[in-house]
């Protein structure tokens, strides 16, 4: 299309400035950023200053600090010592022998230095507070406390005046390094914190100051190893002056450090080898002397590294004042050179301005002319009259074509901001050059809206829907189901939300590979899409499972055919390049039922009937009613009851005895091969207790299980380890049931060894009792924990055998000692011939793999004498004893059992 130009009315000159003026403003304006510059570059370097000399007086605090903690914590010892060895009864002159002072009036002296050091540290605070450590009336473990109290009560400001300093530091101009060197004062600070810990918690294990020897000592292996970290950290950082490396060095060769340290590390070896007593000496006068020698060396270590850590705190203050001191210099001379430099620089702009505006404005003027006469009289060879600078002239050449695009160009803008994509005006071309670009132009930029609406159209249905499937995801049918409800509690209709879990599905994952179950997926999807009502909304939660949201039906049966067409659907084998994929699916089914339901509750309601049609059997529909949902409450209710259980010791064991075939007589009495835990709970509000088959199933469908299997083995083995000192029962092992779910956990043989170290009882007295089912999972994991076992000296035993589907060829790959025989097959061994004649056989192959075999569930002589016949090595059942509480076990106990 040919495009005329219109000609334009004539249009009233405003007011305007002359070039010249312009062009002083606008040279002005690099003047004025260069003053900008200035003021910003001389406000940075004076803050940076202020910054530096801020770290210097925040690091000088922190020295006052750490002086003023370093004496509480001398005041401390000396006063400690002082109330014990007068409580002690010693004369004062007999430790000043030692000590070259009194520890009374070391205590005098270190209080005066102290007031002194609060006073410069300006702490009232601490002063009111070592009023009340300073009372004689308290006793020594309690003026300990208040002491240490105060020290936190120092240390805590201390460590923000760092943290203060380190953020100064980095405003400053050289930050890193002056940062760098305040993380070295803060590590000098935590050594001298350190060391005095390490000192008071020798002095606590020692004497009854605070917690038990045991845990004293526990906790100087802590201080020990982070003492010996700080100082190292201190050698190996770069920024540790001479001075603070000195100070370290001096530090680890002093002969009263390595005396003290020796000290140390002889009381952790007792600790380690079980030697330490279980409370402290109270201070005495023989318990002073008892310890003595250690303890004047800690005194004498601890005035040495006292005296060191604050020189080493001192020299990393020095290095920071320095750093801190370098930087305020450098930055108030950079001040200066700024100044110089936005000198020099204002007179060559001045210059180059005044130049400028000569060649420019001569030129301009005649553009300006030309320009006027343009508007009046459209022709444009005045234009290329303009002469001037280069770029003057081509502005004039410019406007022409300018003015002839003008019009063209706010019709195409009008269109594009409106979103006009296909308007006919963005296809015209106007003549010439410019005209070329500008089409260019609005060609890309249409082409860019273009992309860009398509690019939002695509992002909102990726928003919305399953990347894999197509169908919506889970915040949009979140979203849907719950427009849906409140649509159905408007309009008194019914909504059914159908929740579906495919079966099978991990087996084709697993077996096949994820582009087998990503077409696997993709395929459910459009069937059931095809399978719904029109207006049912299909949607994927994410792995296997699916939902569909059918509104408005007339009630569960409808729900029902909707499901039902789905499994039908499902039930048809899905092609696939390795051949044909059988999958089928559970589906659970949620009402609204009229009732006030937020999405995620009717969501769970279905969620919750999945399950229910899972534990029917595989392709199942089940609905989710106020019976599913009381369990539901139920299951919560027992849960917590049963965290407290065992939080609260409500469980106990019960033990029955196994014994010896060969011993059996005809009273029921025999020899004991064996006890088996049994647990039970106590349950408040119940009368008696609460067998393990009312609990034990439930808690194994969750962690739960692994945390009573634990309970489990740290009570029978404690027990075991109580009855080492009855002759009667102290070689006799305990079998301990094992979980399946506990199998599985990686830290199975750990949970195991644990409580078997913590009372140091002998691993041959302990058998794991593992079913028949729970090895059937992973039969080569349970192979390699149980010979991890064995290699301890634990003993494995199969339980249960013959419930499950392990064949006795599974036996000879397993590391077991024992096996007992299902209750099942012992039953029946005395009636049917078949049976005994089985049952001979698992004993034989048992025997042959070097095994022995318990038959349970012997409630009669005939069992027992049946099953011994037989080659069962032991027997077990109620004919022989019921499981007993331990203190029954014992008053019954002899050799035998009745």
């Given at each position: 299309?040919?495009?005329?130009?219109?000609?334009?009315?004539?249009?009233?000159?405003?007011?305007?400035?002359?070039?010249?003026?312009?062009?002083?403003?606008?040279?002005?304006?690099?003047?004025?950023?260069?003053?900008?510059?200035?003021?910003?570059?001389?406000?940075?370097?004076?803050?940076?200053?202020?910054?530096?000399?801020?770290?210097?007086?925040?690091?000088?605090?922190?020295?006052?600090?750490?002086?003023?903690?370093?004496?509480?914590?001398?005041?401390?010892?000396?006063?400690?010592?002082?109330?014990?060895?007068?409580?002690?009864?010693?004369?004062?002159?007999?430790?000043?022998?030692?000590?070259?002072?009194?520890?009374?009036?070391?205590?005098?002296?270190?209080?005066?230095?102290?007031?002194?050091?609060?006073?410069?540290?300006?702490?009232?605070?601490?002063?009111?507070?070592?009023?009340?450590?300073?009372?004689?009336?308290?006793?020594?473990?309690?003026?300990a406390v208040a002491y240490n109290k105060i020290i936190d009560s120092v240390q805590n400001p201390l460590e923000q005046l760092l943290d203060q300093a380190t953020s100064a530091a980095i405003a400053t101009g050289d930050g890193e390094l002056l940062a760098k060197n305040i993380e070295v004062l803060r590590a000098t600070d935590s050594f001298r914190a350190l060391a005095s810990q390490e000192f008071f918690t020798f002095f606590a294990a020692t004497f009854d100051?605070?917690?038990?020897?045991?845990?004293?000592?526990?906790?100087?292996?802590?201080?020990?190893?982070?003492?010996?970290?700080?100082?190292?950290?201190?050698?190996?950082?770069?920024?540790?002056?001479?001075?603070?490396?000195?100070?370290?060095?001096?530090?680890?060769?002093?002969?009263?450090?390595?005396?003290?340290?020796?000290?140390?590390?002889?009381?952790?070896?007792?600790?380690?080898?079980?030697?330490?007593?279980?409370?402290?000496?109270?201070?005495?006068?023989?318990?002073?002397?008892?310890?003595?020698?250690?303890?004047?060396?800690?005194?004498?270590?601890?005035?040495?590294?006292?005296?060191?850590?604050?020189?080493?705190?001192?020299?990393?203050?020095?290095?920071?004042?320095?750093?801190?001191?370098?930087?305020?210099?450098?930055?108030?001379?950079?001040?200066?050179?700024?100044?110089?430099?936005?000198?020099?620089?204002?007179?060559?702009?001045?210059?180059?301005?005044?130049?400028?505006?000569?060649?420019?404005?001569?030129?301009?003027?005649?553009?300006?002319?030309?320009?006027?006469?343009?508007?009046?009289?459209?022709?444009?060879?005045?234009?290329?009259?303009?002469?001037?600078?280069?770029?003057?002239?081509?502005?004039?050449?410019?406007?022409?074509?300018?003015?002839?695009?003008?019009?063209?160009?706010?019709?195409?803008?009008?269109?594009?901001?409106?979103?006009?994509?296909?308007?006919?005006?963005?296809?015209?071309?106007?003549?010439?050059?410019?005209?070329?670009?500008?089409?260019?132009?609005?060609?890309?930029?249409?082409?860019?809206?273009?992309?860009?609406?398509?690019?939002?159209?695509?992002?909102?249905?990726?928003?919305?829907?399953?990347?894999?499937?197509?169908?919506?995801?889970?915040?949009?049918?979140?979203?849907?189901?719950?427009?849906?409800?409140?649509?159905?509690?408007?309009?008194?209709?019914?909504?059914?939300?159908?929740?579906?879990?495919?079966?099978?599905?991990?087996?084709?994952?697993?077996?096949?590979?994820?582009?087998?179950?990503?077409?696997?997926?993709?395929?459910?999807?459009?069937?059931?899409?095809?399978?719904?009502?029109?207006?049912?909304?299909?949607?994927?939660?994410?792995?296997?499972?699916?939902?569909?949201?059918?509104?408005?039906?007339?009630?569960?049966?409808?729900?029902?055919?909707?499901?039902?067409?789905?499994?039908?659907?499902?039930?048809?084998?899905?092609?696939?390049?390795?051949?044909?994929?059988?999958?089928?699916?559970?589906?659970?089914?949620?009402?609204?039922?009229?009732?006030?339901?937020?999405?995620?509750?009717?969501?769970?309601?279905?969620?919750?009937?999945v399950y229910r049609a899972k534990d029917h059997g595989r392709g199942a529909i089940a609905v989710c009613d106020e019976d599913l949902r009381k369990t539901l409450l139920d299951t919560a209710d027992l849960t917590v009851a049963l965290r407290n259980a065992i939080a609260k010791d409500e469980l106990t064991l019960h033990y029955q005895p196994i014994v010896d075939s060969r011993t059996a007589e005809v009273d029921g009495t025999a020899e004991i091969h064996a006890?088996?835990?049994?647990?039970?709970?106590?349950?408040?509000?119940?009368?008696?207790?609460?067998?393990?088959?009312?609990?034990?199933?439930?808690?194994?469908?969750?962690?739960?299980?692994?945390?009573?299997?634990?309970?489990?083995?740290?009570?029978?083995?404690?027990?075991?380890?109580?009855?080492?000192?009855?002759?009667?029962?102290?070689?006799?092992?305990?079998?301990?049931?094992?979980?399946?779910?506990?199998?599985?956990?990686?830290?199975?043989?750990?949970?195991?060894?644990?409580?078997?170290?913590?009372?140091?009882?002998?691993?041959?007295?302990?058998?794991?009792?593992?079913?028949?089912?729970?090895?059937?999972?992973?039969?080569?994991?349970?192979?390699?924990?149980?010979?991890?076992?064995?290699?301890?000296?634990?003993?494995?035993?199969?339980?249960?055998?013959?419930?499950?589907?392990?064949?006795?060829?599974?036996?000879?790959?397993?590391?077991?000692?024992?096996?007992?025989?299902?209750?099942?097959?012992?039953?029946?061994?005395?009636?049917?011939?078949?049976?005994?004649?089985?049952?001979?056989?698992?004993?034989?192959?048992?025997?042959?793999?070097?095994?022995?075999?318990?038959?349970?569930?012997?409630?009669?002589?005939?069992?027992?004498?049946?099953?011994?016949?037989?080659?069962?090595?032991?027997?077990?059942?109620?004919?022989?004893?019921?499981?007993?509480?331990?203190?029954?076990?014992?008053?019954r106990t002899t050799a035998t059992v009745n």
């Open positions: 299309m040919k495009y005329k130009r219109p000609r334009r009315p004539a249009r009233r000159q405003g007011l305007r400035p002359p070039i010249g003026v312009v062009l002083l403003l606008v040279a002005l304006i690099p003047l004025l950023g260069l003053a900008s510059f200035t003021s910003s570059s001389i406000g940075d370097a004076r803050a940076a200053g202020e910054s530096a000399e801020s770290a210097k007086a925040l690091a000088r605090e922190a020295v006052t600090l750490a002086e003023l903690n370093a004496s509480i914590f001398e005041e401390l010892i000396w006063v400690v010592s002082s109330t014990g060895v007068e409580a002690a009864g010693v004369p004062a002159d007999l430790i000043a022998r030692f000590t070259d002072q009194a520890p009374s009036e070391m205590a005098r002296s270190t209080q005066q230095r102290t007031n002194a050091l609060v006073a410069k540290a300006n702490r009232p605070d601490v002063h009111e507070a070592l009023i009340g450590a300073r009372d004689h009336a308290l006793s020594v473990p309690d003026r100051m605070r917690g038990t020897p045991a845990e004293e000592a526990v906790h100087l292996i802590v201080l020990r190893s982070e003492v010996e970290t700080t100082l190292a950290k201190l050698r190996s950082n770069p920024n540790s002056s001479q001075r603070v490396l000195d100070t370290v060095t001096r530090v680890e060769s002093d002969p009263a450090s390595t005396t003290f340290i020796a000290s140390i590390d002889q009381l952790i070896d007792r600790r380690l080898l079980g030697e330490t007593p279980l409370v402290g000496a109270p201070i005495t006068l023989e318990s002073l002397a008892a310890n003595l020698e250690p303890f004047l060396n800690a005194i004498e270590s601890l005035t040495i590294r006292s005296d060191l850590s604050l020189q080493m705190v001192n020299a990393a203050a020095d290095s920071v004042l320095d750093v801190a001191e370098a930087i305020r210099v450098a930055e108030q001379q950079r001040t200066e050179r700024t100044y110089m430099f936005a000198l020099s620089l204002l007179a060559a702009a001045t210059f180059a301005g005044l130049v400028a505006s000569l060649f420019v404005i001569r030129p301009l003027r005649r553009l300006q002319t030309a320009a006027e006469h343009l508007q009046h009289d459209n022709s444009p060879r005045l234009l290329r009259s303009v002469g001037g600078p280069s770029e003057v002239q081509a502005a004039g050449n410019a406007l022409e074509e300018a003015t002839l695009h003008f019009e063209l160009v706010t019709r195409q803008a009008q269109a594009l901001s409106a979103g006009e994509l296909d308007a006919a005006a963005l296809d015209e071309v106007a003549p010439g050059g410019l005209g070329a670009a500008l089409q260019h132009a609005v060609g890309t930029l249409r082409s860019a809206l273009t992309q860009q609406e398509e690019f939002r159209q695509r992002l909102a249905h990726e928003a919305t829907h399953d990347g894999l499937t197509g169908i919506a995801n889970r915040n949009s049918t979140v979203a849907h189901l719950a427009s849906s409800l409140a649509r159905t509690e408007r309009s008194g209709e019914q909504l059914a939300v159908l929740f579906i879990d495919l079966d099978k599905f991990k087996e084709v994952n697993d077996s096949l590979g994820h582009q087998a179950g990503d077409t696997v997926l993709s395929s459910v999807a459009q069937r059931l899409i095809r399978s719904v009502r029109e207006g049912d909304h299909v949607g994927r939660l994410g792995g296997d499972e699916f939902v569909v949201i059918a509104e408005a039906v007339s009630g569960i049966d409808e729900a029902f055919t909707i499901a039902q067409r789905m499994l039908d659907a499902l039930s048809n084998p899905i092609e696939h390049s390795t051949g044909p994929i059988s999958i089928g699916a559970s589906i659970g089914i949620a009402m609204n039922d009229r009732r006030s339901l937020t999405a995620d509750e009717l969501l769970r309601d279905a969620d919750l009937a006890f088996e835990a049994l647990v039970r709970w106590r349950l408040p509000g119940r009368d008696g207790l609460m067998p393990p088959d009312e609990f034990i199933g439930f808690a194994e469908r969750s962690s739960l299980i692994i945390d009573i299997d634990c309970w489990v083995l740290d009570k029978a083995i404690g027990q075991a380890a109580r009855w080492k000192s009855d002759p009667r029962l102290s070689g006799i092992p305990i079998a301990i049931n094992i979980s399946s779910r506990h199998l599985a956990n990686d830290n199975f043989v750990d949970n195991v060894a644990a409580p078997l170290a913590k009372y140091g009882v002998d691993p041959a007295k302990i058998i794991v009792e593992v079913t028949e089912s729970a090895i059937l999972h992973d039969l080569g994991a349970a192979a390699v924990k149980f010979q991890r076992l064995r290699d301890i000296g634990v003993r494995i035993s199969i339980d249960d055998f013959g419930t499950g589907y392990t064949s006795l060829a599974h036996l000879r790959s397993l590391p077991i000692d024992e096996l007992k025989i299902d209750r099942s097959f012992t039953a029946n061994a005395g009636r049917s011939e078949q049976e005994a004649s089985l049952v001979k056989l698992i004993i034989d192959i048992a025997h042959l793999l070097g095994a022995t075999v318990t038959a349970e569930g012997i409630e009669t002589h005939d069992d027992a004498a049946i099953l011994a016949s037989l080659g069962s090595d032991t027997l077990q059942g109620y004919y022989f004893a019921r499981p007993m509480a331990p203190e029954d076990l014992v008053s």
